[in-house]
């Protein structure tokens, strides 16, 4: 002890005299502070080098005072806790401190070094102090950096896997359980190969030697097995891990993209699939058609066009329609033809796309499809027929432009509908001029009751008995400037399919309602004249509103307007009756027109209050041809008797349709054999003179 003493005391008198003398502490770059130490708790300035006393904004006045004197109160309780603490462990002693200034803070580090006397008594203690601020800053920043990068890793919704250069794992995120559903402790020191898919190992291999070249590299969309068995999809990027200039690893960063994909797959099926019936939709056919144009395929283009199907819909609810037209589709996806591509191009529309086939073979299989469609599909317990109208195109043949075989697949639909339900139509040239010919006539119509170009035709039906007549049907015709005269047949279809049909039927009441009023005010004896109504008038609120309105405006009796529909107008059952039992309330009398063409239903003679049943003229023309149409038509008959309906035969042409018509007691006939429909003039003239 008293060698440690000696030798400090030795030290002393070198401060003393020497160093303090030569100034040689005051190069030292650190701060030094020596205090006298009075007694434990008291100490004194007795030194402080340059640099010490431009930090502490000092000066030699300082000398031989205590902390108190020339500090901050506060500031000066700090050091005398320091010094004492030294002092009273006798031992070396650090400490470090902060200072604020407007500017930052500034950091030292302080070393507090008692020196002792020969008898042990601590004499000075002498304090060296750094400043660390950097140093602070420095460590400040790394560790900010690294909670920061830690942040970024625990928190991180994508998973990521640190791999050093021979494919070992090192770390794991929380988020690789979350995703892949493997901890940590699973993964660590275990080899990241293990857990790729073997489908994928190969490519996996190629990007991790990629990445411990420098090369980062991002993957998508690549599927993936959960611990748990279940697919998923992820996108998966690598970054190279460089330490001091070299290549140590890799990390891996995968991000769960399962929903995105999923959400992409199901917007690319909702834009190439219909999601109703699964098939491929107009879209995807457009991008079939060309690609079979492009690559030089021969195909078959079959459009198939359900007739009436808006009815079903009208009828039994979208819902029930919507289960019809599933069942076609698994009727339509039962024909297993070699190169065949089915779509549903829009509502009731289909189309089937078939390669390397022959016309004949075309027809066979469009025949098929009528035969598969007709077969009877059961709604609510009731059997609904139906029936496809067809379109065929023959390509290259008929077209090398989808916008051609589109058009010229669509003229032979309207063909095949001519015909009437249930027919198909190939393509000819001549077509193109016939669906020119109905763009023309679709324009002129529209305007065709303002430049007074229609006009009534009168059919009389005929008592067979007394060959008076006794009621008539109005026909309407048209006779346009450039058109000519245009057949019933052309524009009435037109009219249905845009809606002319309305206005054109609210011409004809108002024009029967205007001559029937004429001919009474001539004092004819005026028999009732029946107007047929469409279908799609028939289900209009404006239909009762409408016929009132002319019945009041030509002060007409009701009872010589007939109002003529078809059984497709009957089919919605409760707008039917309410429709029916309007018209019966204001003493009109019902025909229903075309009974057994159409969704025939005896329900419909029970339910709705009908006067008369018309018998269509194709069953007139089977009358001793056709020993089924011939008992078809005398069921009908015997059916309308036992509900006391009138019966009228429409098409009578023949002396023996008219015996056999008496023999079953039917009384009033339409038809050449009496009469074509005549002009009004003729009307007076023949009938009513």
Same mark, same amino acid.
């Given at each position: 002890?008293?060698e440690?003493?000696?030798n400090?005391?030795?030290?002393?008198s070198m401060?003393?005299?020497?160093l303090i003398k030569r100034?040689?502490?005051?190069?030292i770059?650190?701060l030094?502070?020596?205090?006298?130490v009075?007694?434990?708790?008291?100490?004194?300035?007795i030194y402080?080098?340059?640099?010490?006393?431009d930090y502490?904004?000092?000066?030699e006045?300082?000398?031989g005072k205590?902390?108190a004197?020339?500090?901050?109160?506060?500031k000066a309780?700090?050091?005398?806790?320091?010094?004492?603490?030294?002092?009273?462990?006798?031992?070396?002693?650090t400490?470090?401190?902060?200072?604020?200034?407007a500017?930052g803070n500034?950091h030292?580090e302080?070393? !507090?070094?008692? +020196?002792f006397?020969?008898?042990?008594?601590c004499?000075?203690i002498i304090?060296?102090?750094?400043d660390?601020?950097? &140093?602070?800053?420095?460590?400040?920043?790394?560790?900010?950096?690294?909670?920061?990068?830690?942040s970024l890793?625990?928190?991180n919704?994508?998973?990521?896997i640190?791999?050093d250069?021979?494919?070992?794992i090192?770390y794991?995120?929380?988020?690789?359980?979350?995703?892949?559903?493997?901890?940590?402790?699973?993964?660590?020191n275990?080899?990241?190969?293990e857990f790729?898919n073997?489908?994928?190992?190969?490519?996996? &291999?190629?990007?991790?030697?990629?990445?411990?070249?420098?090369?980062?590299?991002q993957?998508?969309?690549k599927?993936?097995?959960?611990?748990?068995g279940?697919e998923?999809?992820?996108s !998966?990027?690598?970054?190279p891990?460089?330490?001091n200039?070299?290549?140590?690893?890799?990390?891996?960063v995968?991000?769960d993209?399962?929903?995105q994909?999923?959400?992409?797959m199901?917007?690319?099926?909702l834009?190439?699939?219909?999601?109703?019936t699964?098939l491929m939709?107009?879209?995807?056919?457009?991008n079939?058609?060309?690609?079979?144009?492009?690559?030089?395929i021969?195909?078959?283009f079959?459009?198939?066009?359900l007739?009436?199907?808006?009815? /079903?819909?009208?009828?039994?609810g979208?819902?029930e329609?919507d289960k019809v037209?599933?069942?076609?589709t698994?009727?339509?996806?039962?024909?297993q033809?070699?190169?065949?591509?089915?779509?549903?191009?829009?509502?009731?529309?289909f189309?089937m796309?078939?390669?390397?086939?022959?016309?004949?073979?075309?027809e066979?299989?469009?025949?098929?499809?009528?035969?598969?469609?007709?077969?009877h599909?059961?709604i609510?317990?009731?059997?609904?027929?139906?029936?496809a109208? /067809?379109?065929i195109?023959?390509?290259?043949?008929?077209?090398?432009?989808?916008?051609?075989?589109?058009?010229?697949v669509?003229?032979?639909?309207?063909?095949?509908?001519?015909?009437?339900?249930?027919?198909?139509?190939?393509?000819?040239?001549?077509l193109?001029c016939?669906?020119?010919q109905r763009?023309?006539?679709e324009n002129?119509?529209?305007?065709?009751?303002?430049?007074n170009?229609?006009? !009534?035709?009168?059919?009389?039906?005929i008592?067979?008995e007394t060959?008076k007549?006794?009621?008539m049907?109005?026909?309407?015709?048209?006779?346009?400037?450039e058109?000519?005269?245009?057949?019933p047949?052309?524009?009435?279809?037109?009219?249905?399919?845009?809606?002319f049909?309305?206005?054109?039927?609210?011409? +004809?009441?108002?024009?029967?309602?205007r001559?029937?009023?004429?001919?009474l005010?001539?004092?004819?004896?005026?028999v009732?004249?029946?107007?047929n109504?469409?279908?799609?008038?028939?289900?209009?609120?404006t239909?009762i509103?409408m016929?009132?309105?002319?019945?009041?405006?030509?002060?007409v009796?009701?009872?010589?307007?007939?109002?003529e529909?078809?059984?497709?107008?009957l089919?919605?059952k409760?707008?039917?009756k309410r429709?029916l039992?309007?018209l019966?309330e204001q003493n009109?009398?019902?025909?229903l027109?075309?009974?057994?063409?159409?969704?025939s239903?005896?329900?419909?003679?029970?339910t709705y209050p009908?006067?008369?049943?018309?018998i269509?003229?194709s069953?007139?023309?089977g009358?001793?041809?056709?020993?089924?149409?011939?008992?078809?038509?005398a069921?009908?008959?015997h059916?309308?008797h036992?509900l006391?309906l009138?019966? /009228?035969a429409?098409?009578v042409?023949?002396a023996?349709q008219i015996?056999?018509?008496?023999?079953?007691?039917v009384?009033?006939v339409?038809g050449y054999?009496?009469?074509?429909?005549?002009?009004k003039?003729?009307?007076?003239?023949v009938?009513?003179?």
């Amino acid at each position: 002890m008293k060698e440690q003493y000696r030798n400090q005391n030795t030290f002393l008198s070198m401060i003393d005299m020497d160093l303090i003398k030569r100034g040689l502490l005051h190069a030292i770059q650190d701060l030094v502070f020596i205090m006298k130490v009075m007694d434990d708790e008291t100490f004194k300035y007795i030194y402080v080098n340059k640099i010490g006393m431009d930090y502490a904004k000092l000066s030699e006045e300082c000398y031989g005072k205590t902390f108190a004197k020339v500090l901050s109160v506060d500031k000066a309780k700090i050091l005398q806790k320091q010094y004492t603490k030294a002092v009273k462990e006798a031992r070396a002693y650090t400490f470090r401190d902060v200072i604020s200034l407007a500017t930052g803070n500034l950091h030292y580090e302080s070393s !507090l070094n008692p +020196v002792f006397d020969e008898e042990g008594v601590c004499q000075f203690i002498i304090c060296i102090t750094r400043d660390i601020t950097a &140093q602070i800053e420095e460590k400040i920043e790394i560790e900010e950096k690294q909670m920061l990068f830690k942040s970024l890793l625990e928190y991180n919704n994508d998973s990521i896997i640190s791999i050093d250069s021979i494919g070992r794992i090192t770390y794991a995120n929380p988020a690789t359980y979350e995703i892949f559903g493997y901890r940590y402790e699973e993964l660590h020191n275990k080899f990241i190969f293990e857990f790729i898919n073997k489908e994928y190992e190969k490519d996996f &291999q190629i990007i991790f030697k990629g990445a411990l070249q420098g090369r980062a590299k991002q993957i998508v969309s690549k599927k993936y097995v959960h611990k748990e068995g279940y697919e998923l999809y992820i996108s !998966l990027r690598t970054v190279p891990i460089i330490v001091n200039g070299e290549i140590v690893g890799v990390y891996i960063v995968t991000r769960d993209v399962t929903r995105q994909v999923l959400n992409e797959m199901r917007t690319e099926y909702l834009a190439y699939y219909d999601q109703l019936t699964g098939l491929m939709n107009r879209i995807s056919c457009a991008n079939k058609l060309n690609d079979f144009l492009n690559e030089k395929i021969d195909f078959a283009f079959i459009f198939i066009d359900l007739d009436e199907f808006h009815l /079903i819909n009208d009828t039994f609810g979208h819902k029930e329609g919507d289960k019809v037209l599933q069942k076609v589709t698994e009727c339509l996806s039962s024909f297993q033809i070699a190169g065949m591509h089915l779509f549903r191009e829009h509502d009731d529309q289909f189309v089937m796309l078939i390669e390397n086939i022959t016309k004949e073979h075309v027809e066979v299989v469009t025949k098929s499809i009528q035969k598969k469609i007709s077969e009877h599909f059961v709604i609510e317990e009731e059997d609904v027929y139906l029936s496809a109208s /067809i379109g065929i195109v023959m390509a290259p043949t008929d077209g090398e432009d989808e916008k051609i075989l589109f058009q010229r697949v669509d003229a032979a639909l309207e063909k095949a509908k001519e015909k009437g339900k249930g027919h198909y139509h190939f393509y000819c040239s001549g077509l193109d001029c016939e669906r020119e010919q109905r763009f023309i006539i679709e324009n002129q119509l529209h305007r065709a009751i303002e430049k007074n170009e229609f006009f !009534l035709y009168y059919q009389p039906q005929i008592n067979i008995e007394t060959k008076k007549i006794a009621s008539m049907e109005a026909l309407i015709r048209w006779e346009n400037k450039e058109l000519g005269f245009v057949s019933p047949n052309q524009f009435i279809p037109l009219a249905e399919r845009t809606g002319f049909i309305i206005k054109l039927d609210e011409w +004809v009441v108002n024009e029967v309602c205007r001559q029937i009023r004429e001919w009474l005010n001539k004092g004819y004896e005026v028999v009732p004249i029946a107007v047929n109504i469409s279908a799609r008038h028939f289900r209009s609120i404006t239909l009762i509103e409408m016929i009132t309105r002319a019945l009041h405006k030509y002060n007409v009796p009701a009872h010589l307007l007939a109002i003529e529909v078809t059984e497709g107008a009957l089919i919605h059952k409760d707008i039917s009756k309410r429709v029916l039992l309007q018209l019966k309330e204001q003493n009109l009398k019902i025909h229903l027109d075309d009974f057994g063409t159409g969704y025939s239903s005896l329900s419909y003679l029970k339910t709705y209050p009908i006067d008369t049943l018309k018998i269509d003229r194709s069953f007139m023309e089977g009358i001793h041809v056709d020993e089924r149409d011939t008992n078809i038509t005398a069921a009908i008959i015997h059916l309308a008797h036992t509900l006391e309906l009138n019966v /009228i035969a429409e098409g009578v042409e023949k002396a023996e349709q008219i015996q056999f018509l008496k023999e079953k007691n039917v009384k009033f006939v339409q038809g050449y054999y009496y009469s074509r429909p005549l002009s009004k003039y003729d009307m007076e003239n023949v009938y009513y003179k």
